[in-house]
């Protein structure tokens, strides 16, 4: 299996929102993804420290190879920069942007259009942790043998009425994205995706055209996004990276599950 990003010849550039309110743990005193979730090594000193939520997925990037991320923000969530800075506590480069439209991740997302457009973007929610380790490894390797412009990172899923769930084929092809059934056989869920400058600028395109649109103002996610390209013809690849559900702690019982998991350091 390959070791570093060194598979991919475009530069890869982590993309992460961190644009929510919270409201399904509100009141929290802090963003939730400086939320403190189990325990790092102190770098360069004796003992440990807190590992914020947003710190599992930042790791993960960079033992990809990854070396920069742009974080975007609602304004506000000062905290986050403040305890990342310029990215050090990871080793790597993080870049802040604000978001626009509060209309939904892809919106959020699309802040970043003109630093990304031309690289491989690495996509996780900051507020989501999962194993394994080498999760975006498996993914950059599958996209550099493939011409999918979408690979998405597969996780079994324990509430589907909750997700996305994806139905895809044995050879990794997804034929659609289902989001939050009531009733499913579909058994999987995705959390991480890495895709290509052709999907960005799908992405970058249909932001555009539902912004030009008089009284929008609805919600979408990004697995909407990745059906309507699916819709249009665009190759999207799934590939399951955990035989693990994974832990979204923007919800009560998610940060309690997390926290438990990750108590001893």
Not at 66 to 77: D, F, N, S, T, W
Not at 150 to 178: E, K, S
Request: net charge negative.
């Amino acid at each position: 299996m390959a070791t570093q990003a060194s598979l991919w010849e475009e530069e890869v550039i982590g993309l992460i929102p961190a644009g929510g309110l919270a409201t399904r743990l509100a009141p929290l005193p802090f963003s939730k993804e400086v939320y403190p979730i189990g325990f790092r090594r102190a770098q360069g000193e004796q003992g440990t420290r807190p590992k914020v939520a947003c710190h599992y997925l930042l790791e993960k990037m960079k033992l990809a190879g990854i070396a920069k991320a742009y974080i975007v923000l609602r304004e506000g969530k000062w905290d986050i920069p403040a305890y990342l800075r310029d990215g050090a506590i990871v080793n790597m480069h993080l870049a802040y942007l604000l978001l626009g439209l509060p209309f939904g991740t892809p919106y959020t997302l699309d802040q970043a259009y003109p630093f990304v457009r031309h690289s491989t973007v690495a996509f996780g929610f900051p507020d989501i942790i999962f194993e394994p380790d080498d999760a975006f490894l498996r993914l950059l390797a599958r996209q550099s043998h493939s011409n999918a412009c979408v690979i998405l990172g597969l996780f079994p899923a324990d509430r589907p009425d909750r997700v996305d769930m994806v139905d895809w084929h044995d050879d990794g092809g997804v034929r659609r994205i289902v989001s939050k059934p009531d009733h499913t056989h579909l058994s999987h869920s995705w959390c991480i995706a890495v895709w290509t400058p052709l999907f960005t600028q799908f992405l970058h395109e249909y932001v555009a055209a539902q912004r030009g649109m008089a009284g929008t103002n609805s919600e979408v996610s990004v697995g909407e996004i990745v059906q309507v390209a699916i819709e249009a013809g665009l190759p999207v690849e799934g590939i399951r990276v955990s035989d693990k559900p994974y832990l979204d702690i923007g919800t009560s019982e998610g940060l309690v599950r997390a926290i438990k998991y990750y108590a001893n350091p």
